[in-house]
């Protein structure tokens, strides 16, 4: 037995000699030798991605290999991050193993740098890098800048921070995250439009995000904006306005009208001549008047929701179904006296109610 214990471990010893020797002698020395060298896309190349080429190839990105001292395998990442972040918070574009390219899709840089919290439909600068690592052994190319214009499918909005919110019911001065919004008609679209009380006269800004990284700002002459200038916007007198905004490159102008709302037509007590006025209420946001109204029905007679006194500005109920639209049909009635509420607060989507006391 003594014998047998003997010679396994005196196999043991020359199998361990053998692994600590020769495989020691076999085995490459891992070292930074050379980092990768990133050779496409050159600095300054911009991408204006759009969802209809989603699937398509925004970039292929390449580089020289990396040397490791040996041949082994090197996993290589494209790593993308806002420029100046240092990549303190790189979005990985891409993984491969002991391979010089790697290609990505629109959908994928358009995802990175939303994450990294660029503006839809507005010019960022970025930059990428490539990360080779092998074991605990890691080396980075060169830096390329690049400019990307992303895309949301969900419908754009501006934020209004100003020096108007607290004393308008719209949080803290100054606070994108409560401020009211305007929204545009669609996905890609930059026709901007809502409506929002100012208790007196302010300065404001339109933000793309809910926050201060990007802003559009007071235009060299009336009605006009531009992006991250320095003068803030102004309103010069109290009231509920209605903004209408297009960021639109080519275009970048804003309208303000100050409104006062009333109901007006043959159901109302005024008829098709007298508007009967509503009141403004800054805590509910709503507009609303007490009011007795006979039976008509649309869509030649009812009652429709007018601004100012006149027919510049108006909206009726095309659907029937609570929902209002500019110019929209007359609003049928049933005799009665009602709570009448105008909801102009969510922007393009305006609401009105007719509550029988």
Not at 22 to 43: F, G, K, N, W, Y
Not at 233 to 256: E, F, N, V, W
């Amino acid at each position: 037995m003594k014998n047998i214990t003997k010679s396994i471990i005196a196999l043991l010893a020359l199998v361990a000699v053998s692994c600590n020797v020769e495989d020691v002698q076999d085995r490459p020395v891992i070292e930074a030798v050379t980092a990768p060298a990133l050779t496409a896309p050159q600095s300054g190349t911009a991408y204006v991605l759009s969802p209809d080429a989603a699937a398509s190839q925004a970039e292929r990105f390449t580089w020289a290999s990396a040397d490791f001292g040996g041949s082994v395998e090197v996993t290589y990442v494209v790593e993308i991050d806002k420029k100046g972040n240092t990549f303190k918070t790189p979005k990985e574009l891409g993984t491969v193993k002991s391979q010089n390219q790697v290609s990505v899709s629109v959908e994928k840089l358009n995802g990175a740098v939303l994450s990294l919290g660029a503006t839809p439909f507005a010019a960022g600068d970025f930059e990428v890098r490539v990360k080779s690592t092998v074991g605990t052994e890691t080396q980075f190319s060169n830096i390329s800048g690049i400019v990307v214009t992303p895309y949301t499918t969900e419908t754009p909005k501006l934020w209004i921070p100003g020096g108007y919110q607290k004393a308008s019911g719209y949080g803290n001065d100054w606070t994108p995250s409560s401020a009211p919004t305007l929204m545009a008609e669609g996905y890609g679209k930059t026709a901007f439009d809502g409506y929002v009380y100012f208790a007196a006269a302010a300065e404001y800004l339109l933000t793309p995000a809910s926050n201060f990284d990007n802003k559009y700002t007071k235009g060299a002459t009336a009605g006009t904006i531009i992006y991250n200038g320095s003068d803030n916007l102004k309103i010069d007198a109290a009231g509920y306005y209605r903004i209408k905004a297009d960021t639109d490159p080519k275009k970048l102008t804003i309208s303000t009208l100050k409104t006062t709302w009333g109901i007006i037509g043959n159901a109302t007590p005024g008829g098709w001549d007298t508007d009967t006025p509503m009141t403004y209420d800054p805590a509910t946001k709503k507009w609303t008047v007490i009011a007795t109204l006979t039976t008509q029905a649309a869509p030649d007679n009812g009652l429709k929701f007018r601004a100012n006194g006149n027919w510049d500005l108006n909206y009726g109920d095309t659907g029937a179904n609570g929902s209002l639209e500019e110019g929209g049909t007359n609003i049928g009635t049933t005799a009665g006296k009602y709570l009448i509420t105008l909801d102009l607060s969510n922007p393009r989507n305006y609401t009105y109610s007719m509550v029988k006391q």
